[in-house]
């Protein structure tokens, strides 16, 4: 499993692009958005445990998966880092439209 992650810390809040990528290269992504006051070292902490929740429940995911005898799993090309770092910047934008085709945890 490879995991990309980009966090951003400002003024308004902080939070974190991330996006894991299974061994078969399957993608989950997420952007998470701290509604609480967070030093650099906090922003980083949190995104690693919001990274590795992820991870379990793509773990699960595949376990799921392997009670099927065929499925089909239809992928976009992905921007390495990059899309993890859109990720961030997208959740640093609260009022895009975006933000509602993406999943986005709040940590209070």
């Known amino acids: ?9 400002s003024e308004a809040g ?5 996006l894991l990528i299974s061994s078969d290269g399957y993608n989950l992504n997420c952007t998470l958005y701290l509604e609480f ?3 650099n070292n906090l922003a ?3 995104t690693l445990l919001e990274s590795l929740r ?8 595949e ?3 392997s009670h099927f005898e065929e499925f089909e799993l239809l992928q976009i090309l992905r921007i390495e880092n990059g899309y993890a770092n859109a990720l961030s910047n997208l959740t640093s934008n609260r009022d895009s439209d975006l933000m509602k085709a993406i999943p986005v945890e709040k940590l209070s």
């Open 14 to 18: 902080a939070g974190a692009g991330i």
């Open 37 to 39: 006051k967070a030093s």
């Open 1 to 9: 499993m490879k995991l990309n992650a980009d966090r951003f810390l």
């Open 44 to 46: 980083k902490y949190e």
């Open 63 to 65: 376990d799921l998966l």
């Open 54 to 61: 992820l991870s379990q429940e793509m773990k699960k995911a």
